[in-house]
């Protein structure tokens, strides 16, 4: 087994080839148990959760174990934090261990613009992204892949969070400018991805402009959301997976509990947008959402780049 660092992770993840082994591992067969939540108190008296997320092919099996500390912000600590492990599905012998915390950042981000290069308008020109975490500072990256933004900018709560994102992304090339009102920003943007750990909803349905594209990231508890019950309804909604998405997440079990959205009205899930079985944006005006719970296994085709890349 060889210990994979993080360093080594970030160098094999760059991100037009990661948005091309998420899109070819959708189109693959791969078996995805429902992941396990595990929901526990600190002594602080914060819920933290730990997430365990298997998957396996006929090749290669994975696990990732996550815990997700909302309170760690005010340590100066990351909110999340990950290991991988990736076997040999035939023998279970061990093959890699990865620090997965870059790795979740970046499939995650990755996930969410190979969604929007089904869902956002191909005439796009603004993107703004919502938060200010480490999942933050890979969406403008990602998402500038798979769209030619002419303006894209960032809001956080924080006005020194935007700065400092601004900042690194302008260290890699990117003219990022800050958004201070968000209101304003969401009504301005062509695309909005939303990464934050708000527990009450940021975005609002009224301000979405007809032709956006909604994403979302943030929640991953049934009690959290990022959006309000206006922008679900006036959107055609797409997810990474049902069982996820619907279940575990508050931004689509908190609307079906209230007989604001139900099951069925979800459009598709990513693997049918990869697959072709739906064509994704139908309408120039259509306001699509895509709502990411964060699958295993996007972690494995994650891995398996930077496996592949470190074993030359």
């Not at 279970?92 to 979740?104: E, H």
């Amino acid at each position: 087994m060889i210990q994979i660092t993080k360093d080594q992770v970030t160098a094999a993840l760059n991100y037009p080839a990661l948005i091309d082994a998420l899109h070819a591992i959708f189109q693959s067969s791969y078996t995805m148990p429902v992941r396990h939540h595990h929901f526990y108190q600190t002594e602080e008296g914060v819920e933290n959760t730990l997430i365990l997320m298997p998957v396996w092919n006929d090749r290669y099996l994975g696990v990732k174990q996550v815990v997700v500390a909302p309170a760690n912000g005010g340590k100066a600590l990351p909110a999340i934090h990950a290991s991988y492990m990736l076997m040999d599905a035939g023998t279970g012998v061990p093959l890699a261990q990865l620090d997965a915390a870059a790795l979740t950042a970046r499939r995650t981000a990755c996930t969410s613009a190979l969604a929007a290069s089904f869902l956002a308008r191909a005439d796009a020109e603004s993107l703004l992204v919502v938060g200010g975490g480490k999942v933050a500072q890979h969406l403008v990256q990602a998402h500038a892949v798979v769209r030619a933004y002419q303006r894209m900018a960032v809001w956080a709560r924080n006005p020194e969070q935007s700065r400092a994102l601004a900042d690194h992304l302008a260290g890699r090339g990117y003219r990022v400018e800050i958004a201070y009102d968000l209101e304003e920003a969401v009504r301005e943007a062509d695309v909005i991805s939303c990464a934050t750990l708000s527990p009450l909803p940021l975005i609002k349905g009224a301000w979405l402009k007809p032709g956006t594209h909604l994403d979302l990231i943030g929640s991953h508890t049934p009690k959290t959301r990022e959006a309000d019950d206006q922008a679900i309804q006036r959107s055609s909604v797409f997810v990474d997976s049902r069982e996820g998405a619907l279940h575990e997440t508050g931004e689509l079990a908190i609307p079906i509990a209230r007989g604001v959205l139900a099951p069925g009205d979800v459009r598709a899930d990513i693997a049918e947008l990869c697959k072709g079985i739906h064509p994704g944006r139908t309408l120039p005006e259509e306001i699509t959402l895509f709502k990411s719970a964060g699958l295993a296994v996007e972690d494995l085709a994650a891995a398996l780049l930077v496996y592949q890349s470190v074993k030359g």
